[in-house]
């Protein structure tokens, strides 16, 4: 497994840029790439990694991912209505100059932040982190509402500050301040993509009951300058 995209240090080190990002455990952080890598948890990718046959599977994975050809984004070609919000986001902060698509490691360290803006017509909070590998993780918060955050005006490590990809406070109080969460990966040192197909690869997936008709009716946006899907690693 010489390839960054099959390597478990590198999965391990993704797991820890992962758990600093979004303030979860480092199991949970390892079980989430897991999963986004195609396995049910960790363990069962630990596992099988140690079989002989795993790095030639691998291979053949990856050969026939690196085979097809990603098609370019329409305005009749349909999209995951996370991964099109998301792509509005992206859009976004590249129009704002908050993101480049160009990776320089540099400055990598310092790419990270995150803004309140209006987003098809409402509030919502976008942040942004370098994860390293010219990554960057990109979150979206839409119908944001600060004021009915139970940690909006709390002190500390407790007060919402926006540095991790969802809200601070409980899933159940969600519902309260936020329409929709969702949180992906754009790559930008081996191509310009969000990373993944369809649904896959987004993560921290949220939609308050009312609010999913709405999500899945928003006009398809065009990627500027990368594509919406791109290579996802198995």
């Not at 999965?11 to 790439?33: D, M, P, S, V, Y």
């Not at 790095?55 to 990856?62: A, C, R, Y």
């Not at 993560?203 to 290579?231: A, C, V």
Request: aromatic share 10%; glycine share 4%.
């Amino acid at each position: 497994m010489k390839s960054k995209n099959h390597d478990i240090d590198y999965l391990k080190r993704k797991a820890k840029n992962l758990k600093k990002t979004q303030g979860i455990l480092h199991h949970e952080a390892l079980n989430i790439i897991a999963q986004i890598e195609g396995f049910s948890n960790w363990k069962s990718l630990v596992s099988l990694s140690q079989n002989p046959t795993f790095e030639k599977h691998l291979k053949q994975v990856s050969k026939k991912e690196s085979d097809k050809t990603i098609p370019k984004t329409k305005t009749n070609h349909k999209i995951d209505p996370y991964r099109n919000l998301l792509v509005a986001a992206t859009n976004l902060l590249l129009q704002k100059n908050l993101i480049s698509l160009e990776y320089n490691k540099e400055i990598e360290r310092s790419e990270s932040g995150h803004i309140i803006t209006t987003l098809f017509n409402y509030t919502t909070v976008i942040i942004w982190n370098n994860i390293g590998y010219g990554e960057l993780s990109i979150s979206v918060w839409w119908k944001y509402n600060h004021d009915n955050h139970p940690q909006a005006n709390l002190k500390g490590n407790a007060k919402e500050h926006f540095r991790t990809l969802r809200p601070l406070a409980k899933r159940q109080h969600y519902k309260k301040f936020v329409g929709v969460v969702a949180s992906c990966w754009l790559e930008r040192k081996d191509g310009k993509f969000l990373q993944g197909k369809k649904r896959k690869c987004i993560s921290n997936i949220y939609t308050r009951r009312n609010d999913k008709q709405e999500l899945e009716n928003l006009p398809i946006q065009i990627p500027n300058g990368y594509e919406s899907e791109g290579i996802y690693y198995i």
